[in-house]
């Protein structure tokens, strides 16, 4: 990842923004229709009785519609439609653009694949 890494700051994610400085910006990558990709996608912890995990994607060039903080409300990244449950009262939630289109999922001999 380039460094410094990026973070996106949002109004209901105030103990990541305060423990780590937000959600953070990966490295951009490029896909084409019709390829199949490998993907990799970590989840890590950092120790304290708090835990969450989401992952957006952002389209290069798209514009977004922009929390009060100024970041940038995505799309979630999924594999099927509908969304998520949400608990209210959780503070770990960023806000999501819920028109984003699901990717496709391809399974392959035992694979997994994103086309």
Known sequence: MKVPVEFYQ??????VNKAIGGLAVGPTF??????????DILIAE???GFFSAVLL??????KYSKASTGAPILPLFR?????P???DKADSAPPYDPSGVPWKLVST???IEIE
């Open 10 to 15: 949002y109004p209901t994610t105030d103990t």
């Open 30 to 39: 490029k896909v084409e229709e019709g390829v199949d990709y490998p993907i």
């Open 46 to 48: 950092i120790p304290g």
């Open 57 to 62: 994607i952002e389209k290069t060039g798209e």
């Open 79 to 83: 594999l099927s439609p509908g969304e």
């Open 85 to 87: 449950n949400k608990d």
């Open 109 to 111: 001999s035992g694979r």
